[in-house]
Structures are given as structure tokens and as C-alpha cells.
């Protein structure tokens, strides 16, 4: 346990579908953030959030948009998605935004676009 | 951030010490040394981090040269348990940068009984 929880763990979706990823941490940490890791393709680094305000968005298509209400919760929110938006979701956090601060992962939301 | 470069894979034996060298060569002053360790379906998980010369922790060891041009994690008698896929990051320090990690391919490392 990392002390960083997502749900669903597994999720499968018509293109069509609109669904949302949760993620939660109980660390205190200011920052948080979304990675999607495809089959055999590094993670790639999505959203940024550090104390509540987007702070990068790596030119991510419109059909993911993502939430924070609260320092402790993060949302994806997905739409109208393609099958390759199949991966591995990881949400993680720190505990600010120093890059050299460790992040700690969530076990992450399988992702299926059919 | 300085791109990092690693091999893809490596295959051990149990009980021997491993080490993965990987180098940064465009590493800025105020850029830390990471390593973090992915199992399948799961989360990477933080294992070091360096600035220079040696750290050492009850996981691993990451030794790095005064040029900080490269960089080597060094795993003490490699279990089974300890096959995953390792990634190497340069990480910028300073609270008003933000905390991008930017993941390559990373060293798949097989251990075998």
C-alpha cells in the first residue's frame, strides 16, 4: 500500500461511454498527478496538479479532463474515447511539486476502449 | 530535462549483485538522480536518489561519478522478487518547478533461480 488508492481498478468502455477514474491520497501531499503507460510504450506524464491548480498539460486530446477538487482527490473524466486510449492509468502524488520529490503511484485503472 | 539512456534488458542469477548504469549527459546542476522500480500492473515505486558520490539505502546503492554524467544502481543479491523493470529519471529540484518525470523505456531485469 502506497497510501494512494484508484477506482475502478479494471474499466471497460464503449467509445461512446463517459466515465471517470478516481484516485485519492492519504499522505497530505499538495501535488498530484495522471500517467498513462500503453502496452510496451514508456509512461507517459498527462496532468499536473499542485495545490489544486493545473500546473502542465502535456497537449492531452479534450476527451480526457481532469478534476481536482481538494488536495487529496483527483478525477479523469473520459468521453467519447478511441480504442487506443487503452492503457495502464496511473494517478500518483508528492508531496509538492519539486520534481525531485519522490511520487508515490496508485495501483492504477486498466483501461479498455472497445 | 537531460535525457536519460539505459539498456533495455539484463538477465541475473539469484544471489548476485546487479548493476545498471545509465547516463545523463545534459544534466543541469540542480537536476537529482532517480531510480524507480515498475512491477507488471502496478505502480513504479521510488527506490534512490542521488546527487553525487554514493547513497546507499536497505534496497540499493546508486553510485555517481564527480561528472554526474552517468549514474549506476547497484542491487545487493538479486532475488527472484526483484524482477521488474527499473527507470532512471532525471528530476529537477526546487518547489516552483513542476514535478515532471519524464519515464523512459527503462531496464527490464530478469533474475533467474
Known amino acids: 500500500e502506497t497510501g494512494v488508492t484508484q477506482t475502478p481498478r479494471h474499466l471497460v468502455m464503449g467509445m461512446t461511454n463517459k466515465k471517470s477514474l478516481k484516485c485519492e491520497q492519504h499522505?497530505?501531499?499538495?501535488?498530484m498527478y495522471w500517467y498513462k503507460q500503453s502496452a510496451k510504450k514508456p509512461l507517459e506524464l498527462m496532468f499536473v496538479y499542485s495545490l489544486e491548480e493545473r500546473v502542465e498539460n502535456n497537449s492531452v486530446p479534450s476527451r480526457f479532463s481532469p478534476e481536482c477538487p481538494n488536495s487529496s482527490h483527483l478525477f479523469l473524466h473520459l468521453h467519447t474515447l478511441q480504442p487506443e486510449d487503452s492503457a495502464l492509468y496511473l494517478c500518483?502524488?508528492?508531496?509538492?511539486?519539486?520534481?525531485?520529490?519522490?511520487?508515490?503511484f496508485g495501483p492504477g485503472t486498466r483501461l479498455t476502449v472497445l | 530535462l537531460a535525457k536519460t539512456t539505459q539498456p533495455i534488458s539484463m538477465d541475473s542469477y539469484e544471489g548476485q549483485e546487479v548493476n545498471i548504469t545509465c547516463s545523463h549527459n545534459?544534466?543541469?546542476?540542480?537536476?537529482?538522480i532517480t531510480w524507480y522500480q515498475q512491477f507488471p500492473s502496478q505502480g513504479p515505486r521510488f527506490i534512490i536518489q542521488g546527487y553525487k558520490t554514493k547513497v546507499t539505502n536497505e534496497v540499493a546503492s546508486l553510485f555517481i561519478p564527480a561528472d554526474r554524467k552517468s549514474s549506476t544502481l547497484s542491487l545487493p543479491r538479486v532475488s527472484l522478487s526483484d524482477t521488474a523493470v527499473y527507470y532512471c529519471?532525471?528530476?529537477?529540484?526546487?518547489?516552483?518547478?513542476?514535478?515532471?518525470?519524464?519515464f523512459g523505456q527503462g531496464t527490464t531485469l530478469q533474475v533467474k533461480p
Open positions: 529519471l532525471v528530476a529537477r529540484a526546487g518547489s516552483s518547478n513542476t514535478g515532471k518525470l519524464i
Open positions: 545534459n544534466i543541469a546542476t540542480n537536476d537529482y
Open positions: 499522505l497530505g501531499h499538495n501535488a
Open positions: 500518483a502524488s508528492s508531496q509538492d511539486g519539486a520534481g525531485s520529490n519522490e511520487q508515490f
